[in-house]
T-cell receptor, first 111, second 114 residues
Framework: DTGVSQDPRHKITKRGQNVTFRCDPI?????LYWYRQTLGQGPEFLTY????????KSRLLSDRFSAERPKGSFSTLEIQRTEQGDSAMYLC?????????FGPGTRLTVT | GESVGLHLPTLSVQEGDNSIINCAYS??????FIWYKQESGKGPQFIID?????DKRQGQRVTVLLNKTVKHLSLQIAATQPGDSAVYFC?????????????FGKGTKLSVIP
């Protein structure tokens, strides 16, 4: 257990529905990252927060994706109008320096 | 574009033997590297890291070697155990990029034969 938690661990949804995932980082970590991982691939960067400010977004993050970290603590990632191509593991990581600590991920399946 | 890749997608080793997992990177600006272990259904777990001003770093049963000349990274696991079976990823970071995001390769699956 790294100290980073994610909820839910699994989510099955129908195409077109909205989903929201939550990440609780290690409490003293000011930087929080979201990554997406598809089967057989390494994680790919989606977006990054320093405290409550979202400072960078990958081109992978389409307009249907939005992320927030309202108080600089937990973060949410919402996907609107889900598509089958959104099926993946969504990973959250936090850091105070160099090493990024990952949560267990949320496995999304879009049917 | 620049990326991190792995030479071998799968590796099978006998329990007790040493394992070597290799990784090539192409971003010459990368200055920090991490090896992660990922078991099925879990998030990546930190194993060991190395900064670009070093060429070797040792942990418990693991050693990371960095060769900047040929942009090569390796992870050595001594006395491999069944619990070491997992997918291993190397990741790089370019501190000049601002976000300190990690760029991962595809991974190598390590299978330990009892």
């Amino acid at each position: 257990d790294t100290g980073v938690s994610q909820d839910p661990r699994h989510k099955i949804t129908k195409r077109g529905q909205n989903v929201t995932f939550r990440c609780d980082p290690i409490s003293e970590h000011n930087r929080l990252y979201w990554y997406r991982q598809t089967l057989g691939q390494g994680p790919e960067f989606l977006t990054y927060f320093q405290n409550e400010a979202q400072l960078e977004k990958s081109r992978l993050l389409s307009d249907r994706f939005s992320a927030e970290r309202p108080k600089g603590s937990f973060s949410t990632l919402e996907i609107q109008r889900t598509e089958q191509g959104d099926s993946a593991m969504y990973l959250c990581a936090s850091t105070q320096g160099y090493e990024q600590y990952f949560g267990p991920g949320t496995r999304l399946t879009v049917t | 574009g620049e990326s991190v890749g792995l030479h071998l997608p799968t590796l099978s080793v006998q329990e007790g033997d040493n394992s070597i997992i290799n990784c090539a990177y192409s971003n010459s600006a990368s200055d920090y590297f991490i090896w992660y272990k990922q078991e099925s259904g879990k998030g990546p777990q930190f194993i060991i890291d190395i900064r670009s001003n070093m060429d070797k770093r040792q942990g418990q049963r693991v050693t990371v070697l960095l060769n900047k000349t040929v942009k090569h990274l390796s992870l050595q696991i001594a006395a491999t155990q069944p619990g070491d079976s997992a997918v291993y990823f190397c990741a790089e970071r370019d501190s000049g990029a601002g976000s300190y995001q990690l760029t991962f390769g595809k991974g190598t699956k390590l299978s330990v034969i009892p």
